[in-house]
């Protein structure tokens, strides 16, 4: 049924109309920032923080609040699928890429008609606010320069047609809002909208903008900052304690608060470690073997309060300086496992026997981990001979390794960091652990012990949580699981285990702390099943000054991080390949934003990660992720993609067979240095 009252609504129909024409406004925007290499590159990392943080603070949100948490799995399918289309199934990439470029700008039609919905809902409930027109608004922009983006080199016809469906979309769902809304299934319809989310990270991640000269990089650096702004001006529009991004926004202030000043305290303490540490702690933990190295990295890390996010910095100085992997490893698990003021605070809410459990299970963990995984693991791309001790001034080592600490570790952790304080915070507001009390306890314990696994939680901040939940009924089994492997794994765990020592021995960690957990839970279940917390705990405690200062703190530096590197480079410390980060130097680059699919271009003389590859190279492993119909590499825009050495260019093409079946056509930049 349409609504009546909608067409003669003026106010209504202005704000749709504004709504369309900002569709149009898209293409006239990229067509003036194609003239010039630094507004291309604006441009290029606006799309980029625009429609990433869409994703991640509109629809997901959106998604979970309609589907549950079965629309966090529909994502990882939308974002996985097409790499693992092109990647290990071997389909053509070309052809599948292209699908999911398909599916996404389907599943952005459908995100413009729930946008049509809301529009005029916002008037069918008499609301006062313009916040939710505002935001309708605001997002289109970057939506149609995104589509515009994506599908302009599929031709005119196409990137238009694309848009026209959208504005279609758009005015069709302000139309049958009142026939619409209520036919619509709210899980089959938030499923939807998570798969397309991770599609659109997929094919997003697919562009990608060389940054090659200074101009240029602050050109990135400034678009990425609008994309921020307006993710900002989003932010600032929710509406209320229901609004799915209001519930996402605020679960995610909460782990910031509760996160800073652990994780400031870790880069203090991380530049310490590089600057001033002597040789002798150092010289303690290579002695004996890997048990015996294990078993000082657990003495170390266990006292120390330092979060999972927090420990990450401290632990890449500690193999920086050429501590073993596997003291390293132990250290790594144990300090956000414990720390006195968790032990403390467990004393009081677990109880005496439930702490002497959690501080033993968290040793042992940290031990045989430590040693089975850590004593295999080998540092990818690290130097054979450890860093020697600080030498010179004890004042200019200070400064130095402060400089080490908020700077070079920042650059390198902050995008994990990120990542894993968001997912916790998509997946908090929209799980309710009390709920699954009901479970029977082995699976209680198997299901503890694997949402512990993504969930970001310190040691403190999941003692009061825990206490309210055996009180309700949790077994011990199942909370001393989620005590196991909520403090010490998430995904700023593994991201930075993968570039450190590969994806193997990420994969390696992620199983022996899940079978450990797992393991002792269903021990403890068998023996000590009367274990019980202190009823009536509440899981939340207020922040004081100190925290939210920290929090700001945090913020800023990350914001810094995030302008030093461009938003590409922030971003593809999340893809990068093993042992590799994405650094830009004046003279050379590389190529990440592949989502791990195996494509990647190298160019001599190119600093990854402060470690330098001389040579030229071309990778295609298999094709994975790449055509140049959609890549940056386009022979129709030389202009935007060509390094300039001193007003020369030079352009070789190469064809490399792959399987006596394809050919693929590259350029070779002959980089002159200037004497």
Same mark, same amino acid.
């Given at each position: 049924?349409?609504?009546?009252?909608?067409?003669?609504?003026?106010?209504?129909?202005?704000?749709?109309?504004?709504?369309?024409?900002?569709?149009?406004?898209?293409?006239?925007?990229?067509?003036?920032?194609?003239?010039?290499?630094?507004?291309?590159?604006?441009?290029?990392?606006?799309?980029?923080?625009?429609?990433?943080?869409?994703?991640?603070?509109?629809?997901?949100?959106?998604?979970?609040?309609? $589907?549950?948490?079965?629309?966090?799995?529909?994502?990882?399918?939308?974002?996985?699928?097409?790499?693992?289309?092109?990647?290990?199934?071997?389909?053509?990439?070309?052809?599948?890429?292209?699908?999911?470029?398909?599916?996404?700008?389907?599943?952005?039609?459908?995100?413009?008609?729930?946008?049509?919905?809301?529009?005029?809902? /916002?008037?069918?409930?008499?609301?006062?606010?313009?916040?939710?027109?505002?935001?309708?608004?605001? +997002? #289109?922009?970057?939506?149609?320069?995104?589509?515009?983006?994506?599908?302009?080199?599929?031709?005119?016809?196409? /990137?238009?047609?694309?848009?026209?469906?959208?504005?279609?979309?758009?005015?069709?769902?302000?139309?049958?809002?009142?026939?619409?809304?209520?036919?619509?299934?709210?899980?089959?319809?938030?499923?939807?909208?998570?798969?397309?989310?991770?599609?659109?990270?997929?094919?997003?991640?697919?562009?990608?903008?060389?940054?090659?000269?200074?101009?240029?990089?602050?050109?990135?650096?400034?678009?990425?900052?609008?994309?921020?702004?307006?993710?900002?001006?989003?932010?600032?529009?929710?509406?209320?304690?229901?609004?799915?991004? $209001?519930?996402?926004?605020?679960?995610?202030?909460?782990?910031?608060?509760?996160?800073?000043?652990?994780?400031?305290?870790?880069?203090?303490?991380?530049?310490?470690?590089?600057?001033?540490?002597?040789?002798?702690?150092?010289?303690?933990?290579?002695?004996?073997?890997?048990?015996?190295?294990?078993?000082?990295?657990?003495?170390?890390?266990?006292?120390?309060?330092?979060?999972?996010?927090?420990?990450?910095?401290?632990?890449?100085?500690?193999? #920086?300086?050429?501590?073993? $992997?596997?003291?390293?490893?132990?250290?790594?698990?144990?300090?956000?496992?414990?720390?006195?003021?968790?032990?403390?605070? &467990?004393?009081?809410?677990?109880?005496?026997?439930?702490?002497?459990?959690?501080?033993?299970?968290?040793?042992?963990?940290?031990?045989?981990?430590?040693?089975?995984?850590?004593?295999?693991?080998?540092?990818?791309?690290?130097?054979?001979?450890?860093?020697?001790?600080?030498?010179?001034?004890?004042?200019?080592?200070?400064?130095?390794?402060?400089?080490?600490?908020?700077?070079?570790?920042?650059?390198?952790?902050?995008?994990?960091?990120?990542?894993?304080?968001?997912?916790?915070?998509?997946?908090?507001?929209?799980?309710?652990?009390?709920?699954?009390?009901?479970?029977?306890?082995?699976?209680?314990?198997?299901?503890?012990?694997?949402?512990?696994?993504?969930?970001?939680?310190?040691?403190?901040?999941?003692?009061?949580?825990?206490?309210?939940?055996? $009180?309700?009924?949790?077994?011990?089994?199942?909370?001393?699981?989620?005590?196991?492997?909520?403090?010490?794994?998430?995904?700023?765990?593994?991201?930075?285990?993968?570039?450190?020592?590969?994806?193997?021995?990420?994969?390696?960690?992620?199983?022996?702390?899940?079978?450990?957990?797992?393991?002792?839970?269903?021990?403890?279940?068998?023996?000590?099943?009367?274990?019980?917390?202190?009823?009536?705990?509440?899981?939340?405690?207020?922040?004081?000054?100190?925290?939210?200062?920290?929090?700001?703190?945090?913020?800023?530096?990350?914001?810094?991080?995030?302008?030093?590197?461009?938003?590409?480079?922030?971003?593809?410390?999340?893809?990068?390949?093993?042992? +590799?980060?994405?650094?830009?130097?004046?003279?050379?680059?590389?190529?990440?934003?592949?989502?791990?699919?195996?494509?990647?271009?190298?160019?001599?003389?190119?600093?990854?990660?402060?470690?330098?590859?001389?040579?030229?190279?071309?990778?295609?492993?298999?094709?994975?992720?790449?055509?140049?119909?959609?890549?940056?590499?386009?022979?129709?825009?030389?202009?935007?993609?060509?390094?300039?050495?001193?007003?020369? #260019?030079?352009?070789?093409?190469?064809?490399?067979?792959?399987?006596?079946?394809?050919?693929?056509?590259? +350029?070779?930049?002959?980089?002159? &240095?200037?004497?």
């Amino acid at each position: 049924m349409v609504a009546p009252a909608m067409p003669g609504d003026s106010h209504g129909t202005w704000t749709l109309a504004i709504s369309v024409v900002a569709l149009v406004l898209g293409p006239l925007l990229h067509a003036a920032a194609r003239r010039e290499r630094v507004t291309m590159a604006a441009l290029d990392n606006f799309v980029l923080v625009a429609v990433t943080g869409l994703v991640a603070l509109e629809i997901v949100p959106r998604a979970l609040a309609l $589907a549950g948490w079965p629309a966090f799995l529909a994502l990882l399918a939308g974002l996985a699928g097409p790499a693992i289309a092109e990647g290990p199934l071997r389909l053509a990439a070309r052809g599948t890429h292209r699908a999911a470029l398909t599916l996404a700008i389907l599943g952005m039609a459908l995100h413009a008609f729930t946008d049509g919905l809301a529009l005029a809902l /916002a008037h069918l409930e008499g609301s006062d606010s313009h916040g939710l027109e505002v935001a309708v608004i605001a +997002h #289109q922009l970057p939506m149609a320069v995104g589509v515009w983006w994506l599908l302009s080199p599929a031709g005119f016809v196409v /990137a238009a047609g694309a848009l026209l469906l959208l504005g279609a979309a758009t005015v069709a769902g302000y139309v049958f809002a009142d026939a619409s809304f209520a036919r619509l299934d709210a899980g089959w319809l938030g499923l939807f909208h998570a798969i397309v989310g991770g599609l659109l990270l997929h094919v997003v991640g697919h562009r990608s903008q060389e940054t090659d000269s200074r101009g240029v990089r602050i050109g990135a650096a400034c678009g990425g900052l609008v994309g921020l702004g307006l993710l900002v001006a989003l932010a600032a529009e929710t509406h209320g304690e229901a609004d799915p991004l $209001a519930r996402t926004l605020a679960a995610l202030g909460e782990l910031m608060r509760d996160s800073a000043p652990a994780l400031l305290l870790a880069y203090a303490l991380a530049g310490l470690v590089s600057g001033l540490m002597p040789e002798a702690p150092v010289r303690w933990l290579r002695r004996g073997g890997p048990a015996g190295q294990a078993l000082r990295g657990v003495a170390v890390g266990l006292p120390l309060p330092l979060c999972s996010c927090g420990v990450v910095p401290v632990y890449r100085s500690l193999l #920086q300086r050429g501590v073993p $992997a596997a003291a390293a490893m132990a250290f790594f698990i144990a300090t956000p496992e414990l720390g006195v003021d968790a032990i403390l605070l &467990s004393w009081p809410l677990l109880g005496a026997e439930m702490t002497v459990l959690r501080v033993v299970a968290a040793a042992l963990v940290a031990w045989l981990v430590g040693w089975w995984v850590g004593g295999r693991a080998r540092r990818i791309g690290g130097s054979s001979e450890p860093e020697a001790g600080p030498r010179g001034p004890a004042l200019a080592r200070l400064w130095s390794g402060l400089r080490t600490g908020f700077g070079e570790l920042v650059d390198t952790t902050a995008p994990w960091i990120g990542l894993g304080l968001l997912v916790a915070a998509l997946i908090e507001p929209w799980i309710d652990p009390s709920a699954l009390t009901a479970i029977p306890g082995p699976l209680q314990v198997l299901l503890f012990a694997a949402l512990g696994v993504p969930i970001y939680v310190c040691a403190s901040g999941a003692t009061p949580l825990v206490a309210a939940l055996l $009180a309700k009924g949790l077994s011990p089994g199942a909370a001393l699981a989620f005590l196991l492997t909520g403090p010490a794994t998430n995904a700023t765990t593994f991201g930075v285990l993968a570039q450190e020592h590969g994806r193997a021995t990420a994969a390696r960690f992620a199983a022996a702390m899940l079978v450990l957990a797992v393991g002792l839970g269903l021990l403890v279940d068998m023996t000590l099943p009367q274990l019980r917390g202190v009823a009536g705990v509440q899981p939340h405690a207020g922040h004081g000054p100190l925290a939210e200062a920290a929090a700001w703190a945090l913020a800023g530096l990350f914001l810094v991080s995030f302008v030093r590197q461009g938003p590409q480079g922030f971003f593809a410390r999340l893809w990068e390949r093993e042992g +590799h980060s994405h650094d830009h130097g004046d003279a050379g680059h590389s190529h990440g934003g592949h989502g791990g699919c195996g494509h990647e271009h190298s160019h001599g003389h190119c600093s990854h990660g402060g470690r330098s590859h001389a040579g030229h190279s071309h990778e295609h492993p298999s094709h994975e992720g790449h055509s140049h119909e959609h890549h940056a590499h386009e022979h129709r825009s030389h202009e935007h993609h060509a390094h300039e050495h001193d007003g020369q #260019q030079a352009h070789e093409h190469h064809s490399h067979e792959h399987d006596g079946q394809q050919a693929h056509e590259h +350029h070779s930049h002959d980089h002159r &240095s200037r004497e």
